[in-house]
């Protein structure tokens, strides 16, 4: 269809399309309902799915199209999404993109939702999954170690090769012979057809040692070196085939932020469903953050240095301007990190700065000490000089491939070594911009802080990370985008959604639209117990305590999950039980698909099991029925803000008049607290009880506040 037919989405639908489409949700999901046995109408499903349409249709707001919908466990978001989503995307010749926090949704999208709900859709579509380069094979790479060609280290001395191994520091142990039969087999799995190339499809484990060494890399893998046919480039090639991709919060906003349609579709051309979207702003935050290790950066720059005259032999004379712009662009930024990290060692040792007993030292409000300033905005600039050098290298090289195949393997190793050196001179660049990035009247300061390496001593790491990043995702996304779905079962705190808006850059006033429905479950079914305990988590004595009162809570309970707010606590607690006599999986002691795997097979022969686990158990982890029957939650869970993020978002919201503690720690609470809540009810014939071991909830009056944001548990105090 022409750019000049197609739907403008600035406008409001016609009432006819608005029609259309909604005949097609109701025609789709007759069919579904019908061919679905022992089907049943989900009355928050149906109301889910209506005010999707709504939004979509820009019934509310025709120029925002944006809806935050909080829908509790059991509701079935993800099929309310589908049926909304797709027959609008297909109508509007829009991308749907389903963006998770989690491999486990992504895969439940991919192998049950999308092919449950593809037979009865109309219009058709077709889906695909976007992962990232890492998650692929290198046919080359695979194909040399198979060959044993990267084991050797038998380079050329005046080889490109040479400058990446000692770049990448690729001295790795000579395979085992287990490693070299796996490799066969991936290699032939690879060669007939039968294995795609992706680390998730392999039938058994790849040792993390061993996929480094064949996984793709954006300075090696490369279009423009004839690899269209390696792993990464088919599936990326599929992607633009597809309607529907599911991605995953990281990769996306990878993309986003180097301003979109790099990977993923352009945000104009796509409709975004962030599923799990609580996370959203700290993998913003995460993108936008940057760590300059200057020691290993001036190595590499300096290992280059002795080996990029080599490009006169590729490039011949007519690259000679080219390569001494190269020249003078490395003779100016190397002593602009040389002077960098002088200075910052000196002040260590004059004890200007202090780092605590974990090597950290933040800097205060953000502000930046002992005159950085100056050589962070050389650092800058000659990193800037240096980007705009490697440019026309890499053109130069990509035309020598075509003129000169017979010297494919060193120009490939050559385009292989300037995109490395590209991407640590971005690094260079927007780290220093960002750490030099004036603050503003009324703008939230990033956190700023150095790092001493626990491995190397000499290293010295300087850290930035923006703490507001609601203006990168409107820029990035909600000002861009053709429409956009945030759903998750926790996007309130205390019962509001502010939080979350102010979070990721959201406001009250802005058009987007906003959707409270409760889980269908039967909360007041199961018991909520706070026990009548003699001192809060901050006693000394509270460790004592949970040594305890935890074997009177697992007393006759055949499932049981026992969470932490910490590993020292968790791993303290097993001890002392197990003193008594007490069986425990404990997480760390084994993969979490493993202890999960035998908590299930001793609940399904009848035997009692006690899971101890920290925050990642307190979130994600589905225990259906009679799996988990039995949840205590030792500490309420707040964060402690020792992390410079923390702290540093602390200190902004007191200097700027505000209450950290109830603007911060007890909305995070809040909502981990019904996150970790969530684990005990997976279905609507689940039931059970939880006890929270922490007084708080009644010593303290937020105590109420949280207790009343939970579903409708029966609350008993003992």
Known sequence: MPDSQKPDLNKPTTNKSTGDYQSLVRDNYRRLSKALPNFKPRREQNYLVAEMSKVLSGRYDAGRRILVAEAGTGIGKSLAYL??????????????????????????????????FHPHCKPSFKFALAKGRARYCCARRLSDLRAGAAQTQMFDPGSFEQVLSDNHLLAHPPLTESQQNQLAKMWQAYSDGSWAGDKDSWPTPIETALWQQIQAERHSCQPMLGHQSCPFHKARAELEQADVIVVNHALLLADLSMGGGIVLPEPEQCLYILDEAHHIASVARDQGSARLALRQLRRSLEQFNKWHGKLNDLLGSDGQGAIAKLQHGLAQLIPSLNELYRQLVSALQRRDLT??????LRF???????????????????????????????????????????????????????????????????????????TLEKQTPPARWLELDAKDKQEVVLCVTPLAVGHLLEQWCWSRASAVIMVSATLTALNDFGYFRRSVGLRADDGSHYLRLNSPFDYQGSRLIIPHLACEPSSEQFDALLAEQIPLWLTDQSASLVLFSSYRQMNQAATALRAQGHSILVQGEASRQALLHLHREKCDGKQSSVLFGTGSFAEGLDLPGHYLTNLIITKLPFAVPTSPVEEAMAEWITQSGGNAFMQLALPEASRKLIQACGRLLRSETDEGRIVLLDKRLVSKRYGSALLQALPPFTILKE
Do not use: H, Y
Not at 355 to 360: F, H, I, L, S, V
């Open 364 to 438: 205060t409000t953000g502000d930046l000490p002992c005159g950085l300033d100056e050589p962070l905005t050389r650092l800058k600039e000659d990193s800037q000089i240096f980007c705009r050098a490697l440019g026309p290298i890499s053109s130069q090289l990509a035309e020598q491939l075509k003129i000169n195949p017979s010297q494919s393997a060193a120009i490939e190793a050559a385009l292989a070594m300037i995109s490395l050196q590209l991407l640590q001179a971005e690094q260079l660049r927007d780290g220093s911009a960002l750490l030099l990035k004036p």
């Open 355 to 360: 780092p605590d007993d974990q090597g950290c």
């Open 83 to 116: 049926q909304a989503g797709i027959p609008w995307a297909r109508m509007q010749q829009k991308k749907l993109v389903i963006s998770t926090a989690t491999l486990a949704l992504q895969e439940q999208l991919i192998e049950k939702d999308l092919p449950l």
